[in-house]
């Protein structure tokens, strides 16, 4: 599932492939992935314009078509993104196709549908609207502390929570919580100064290295845990093994020797 190091990698592809070509064309195969927003609507504000830059905000990522509307994507599970040529055939799961003047197209792809498309006059306001935190990688460390000290729960599903932090999903939290060797069921009230401190560095340690490999596990370094995140895979700093368990309705992965249930501190 594309959490902020996939969504950023949307971002720099589609800076990198889209940005200034005349818009000629907007199709639409499957309704469902329009959010407020009607086809003609889309199409109006896109036809003959272009795209003037991006910009991120967690796991949204909003398009600027330069006419004071913002079309925003959010990738859901299953989303992405593929630039292709006059000549190649439509992605596969292919929801919206932008076409160019120039022939080459812009798919946004979405097999499960559970991402939307929405045109807004403000990405700002509909951060507001869906009650999104601060990004993950823009939060400074003292205001990540103050938003995280007064939740309660555990704090994966804390981590996971958009409207503490905006970004982070079930991967990443897990990793986060590995390199900070903290067990992913621990109360956030359980949690030390020191403790919070470290997971705030993580999340920005393991953010920035996820966008340095584009999201792609089998490039993250060995001592991460995401490309060993199966049960009974060895744990990567060979203390022990992998385990699965459920924090929240939310499988999470941790190592029970580098991550122990708090109260059982070594
Ligand atoms: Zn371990």
């Keep these: 599932m594309p959490e902020l190091p996939e969504i950023e990698t949307f971002k720099r592809y589609l800076d990198h492939t889209s940005l200034r ?18 086809l003609r609507q889309l199409a ?18 909003a398009v600027d078509v330069g006419n004071g509307k913002q079309m925003v994507l959010h990738f859901g599970m299953t989303g992405c993104l593929h630039y292709v040529d006059q000549d190649d055939p ?3 799961y292919a929801r919206m196709i932008v076409t160019f003047a120039n022939g080459h197209r812009l798919d946004y792809a979405n097999k499960r549908m559970l991402g939307r498309v929405r045109l807004v006059d ?8 869906l009650e999104l935190g601060p990004d993950a990688l823009e939060i400074g460390a003292d205001e990540f502390d103050e938003r995280l000290r007064p939740h309660g729960g555990a704090i994966k599903s804390t981590l996971m929570n958009q409207s503490l932090v905006a970004g982070l999903g079930n991967t990443y939290t897990d ?29 920005r340690k393991v953010l920035r290295k996820a966008i340095d490999v584009q999201g792609e596990p089998d ?48």
Excluded at 21 to 38: C, G, N
Excluded at 44 to 58: C, D, I, P, Q, V
């Design 122 to 129: 403000d990405f700002d306001d509909l951060v507001d609207e």
């Design 44 to 61: 109006g504000a896109l036809k003959n314009h272009s795209f003037r830059g991006t910009e991120r905000h967690g796991k949204y990522l």
């Design 90 to 92: 439509d992605s596969p």
């Design 219 to 266: 490039r993250m370094p060995r001592s991460y845990l995401v490309p060993h995140r199966h049960d009974g895979a060895p744990c990567p700093r060979g203390n022990g093994i992998v385990h699965r368990t459920r924090v929240a309705g939310r499988s999470a992965y941790y190592c029970p020797v580098c991550q122990p249930r708090p109260g059982r501190k070594r």
């Design 175 to 203: 990793e986060i919580l590995f390199q900070a060797r903290i067990h992913p069921a621990t109360p956030v009230d359980a949690l030390s100064a020191p403790e919070r401190k470290r997971i705030y560095r993580m999340m």
């Design 21 to 38: 070509q005349k818009i000629r064309e907007v199709t639409i195969t499957r309704q469902r992935i329009l959010k407020d927003v009607s």
